[in-house]
């Protein structure tokens, strides 16, 4: 048995693998964990099943059947986009990976519709209906699930490996403890509680975690993705404006703003309202739209407007992270991070390997979720078996520092840090045309905010996931601001207007971390010439195929 901490908890568990977040990697990855014979538990800051992004709404899925022309040109569709730092060995690894495992959901009961020659049709995913299948699965694979039960701290060993996680139950009040062999940060992205939709449980949490047990970061400056969204909904699906007319309140076409163009869009809102109209998408057209992502058009329905035929103010909703490719750091093709027993999976890893610089949009993010999640859960588990003996002797201890522990008796202001941090990520000014004053300036601000919750206390353990999240948002948006300071260039995603220029002697990838200190550092691509005989694995099976 593991060793237990000196505080009391009111729930105790053991597990070999633990997963923290309840999204599609985190479930991949805790199926993936199971079905190899690991003991696993689930934690969710929500209900498992129904929180996060790709449970509120249709997804697009990156699944290329393995047709050697199709996949070159999947393959080759975001490369300039991304800034050419996508790596082809990886990309390969997902596409044959998300190939396999959509069509293991096909043979789970999914019910994916056909095309008009009545073949399946594979590369989309509602997201209510694909989330209750995975709980669905995960729980008939053995998994335990703690729902509404944030993790607030990693625990580590004496060696600095990660041992597990504590938290609390937001209905209850109880707090937990979970002792694993090995841990995956699967709790997505960052999107600073802007209301983009599904949004509102990613707020950077396994980032900080995961930086407190001394984990690393890349790519935190490809993390500035707006979504369009109309003015008075919180829906950031963008798919359907490809067939929008951008428009400014008297009518006239803006020019050159479109759905692959919204820095005008942006530009635009900087000075007026931008109005839409989805009017170039063929009446034939418009009842497969309204099939294929229904929440799209409910906020419309609601307020009496027909998007094909009547204009609608939009606006630009920050989704950072969440559609943006910065995150933790893994080191191989297991998704370890850098620090022993800690895996990383979706939105929570860096997406770099397979978009470069560039969003991956709904399509890349999820074949990314499913295939690092499948990955990492396997990973977790032969190394949960690798331990032996060494699982009977280990002494934990938590390692989570700031507004979990202070001297201080200064009361900490959480919203009014969540609205601090949120005037410094939100405005296109600062955040999506990027300059060095700017930058400067607003990452002075954000490292005063960290002292303050470096030098502040919660009032009642209440308050400690909120507070946890606040503290988040800022130890994100710090690594995103220097990691864009130290790239001076424009790149991807990053639109840095003192440097308009893409710099061939920067096509390397940025590693940052640090708590107090910030620090950010350069790393070479991984070979990109090197061609792979990619590996994957069957999950009915889990016999190994190279293709």
């Known amino acids: 048995m593991i060793k237990t901490l000196t505080t009391d908890f009111e729930l105790n568990l053991e597990a070999d693998v633990l997963v923290i977040g309840g999204g599609p990697s985190g479930t991949w990855a805790a199926w993936s964990a199971a079905s190899s014979g690991a003991r696993v538990i689930l934690v969710d800051k929500g209900y498992c099943g129904t929180t996060g992004c790709a449970a509120a709404s249709g997804n697009g899925v990156w699944y290329v059947p393995p047709d050697p022309e199709a996949r070159e040109t999947a393959k080759a569709s975001r490369e300039s986009l991304g800034g050419f730092l996508a790596d082809r060995n990886w990309m390969d690894r997902v596409l044959n990976q998300t190939y396999v495992n959509v069509n293991q959901l096909a043979e789970w009961g999914y019910p994916f519709p056909t095309d008009d020659e009545g073949k399946p049709y594979r590369r989309s995913l509602q997201g209510p209906e694909y989330m209750r299948l995975m709980r669905r699965q995960i729980q008939r694979a053995g998994v335990k699930i703690l729902d509404n039960s944030p993790a607030l701290e990693l625990l580590v060993d004496d060696d600095g490996a990660v041992a597990g996680a504590t938290g609390v139950n937001r209905q209850t009040g109880e707090k937990w403890a979970v002792r694993s062999q090995s841990t995956i940060i699967a709790t997505g992205g960052c999107a600073f509680l802007s209301k983009a939709l599904g949004c509102n449980v990613l707020t950077g949490d396994g980032y900080l975690m995961a930086a407190e047990a001394g984990a690393e970061m890349s ?123 800690l895996y990383a999976a979706g939105d929570a890893a860096t997406r770099e390997l397979i978009c470069g610089g560039f969003t991956g949009g709904g399509s890349h993010n999820a074949a990314w979720a499913i295939s690092s999640g499948y990955w990492s859960g396997k990973s977790a588990a032969e190394y949960s078996r690798s331990l032996g003996e060494e699982r009977t002797q280990r002494q934990v201890k938590g390692v989570g520092e700031v507004v979990l522990h202070s001297g201080s008796d200064r009361t900490l202001a959480t919203d009014e840090i969540i609205q601090a941090v949120q005037a410094e990520v939100f405005p296109y000014e600062k955040n999506y045309f990027r300059t060095e004053q700017g930058l400067t300036e607003s990452l002075g601000r954000l490292n005063h905010l960290w002292q303050e919750l470096r030098s502040s206390q919660v009032t009642s353990e209440k308050e400690l996931p909120r507070a946890r999240e606040a503290a988040a948002m800022v130890a994100t948006a710090r690594w995103m601001y220097s990691s864009a300071i130290e790239r001076k260039e424009t790149r991807g995603m990053h639109r840095h207007l003192d440097y308009p220029e893409q710099d061939a002697n920067q096509q390397h990838y940025l590693i940052s971390g640090g708590l107090d200190q910030v620090w950010v550092k350069t790393q070479p691509l991984l070979n990109t010439e090197y061609i792979s005989q990619s590996r994957i694995e069957d999950p009915k099976s889990k016999i190994g195929a190279v293709v």
Request: proline residues 7%; neutral net charge; aromatic residues 12%.
């Open 219 to 341: 790519g935190m400056e490809f993390s500035n993705a707006y979504g369009i969204s109309p003015a008075f909904s919180s829906v950031t699906k963008t798919l359907f404006y490809n067939w929008a007319t951008f428009t400014y309140e008297d009518g006239t076409v803006i020019p050159g703003a479109s759905s692959h163009r919204r820095s005008v869009i942006a530009e635009t809102l900087l000075q007026q309202p931008v109005y839409a109209i989805i009017d170039k998408a063929a009446e034939s057209m418009r009842p497969s739209m309204r099939l294929a992502q229904p929440n799209f058009f409910l906020p419309f329905d609601r307020a009496g407007i027909d998007p094909f035929t009547q204009r609608f103010p939009v606006t630009l909703r920050l989704e950072g992270t969440v559609r943006g490719t910065g995150g933790i750091r893994i080191v191989d093709e297991s998704c370890a991070s850098s620090v022993r027993g």
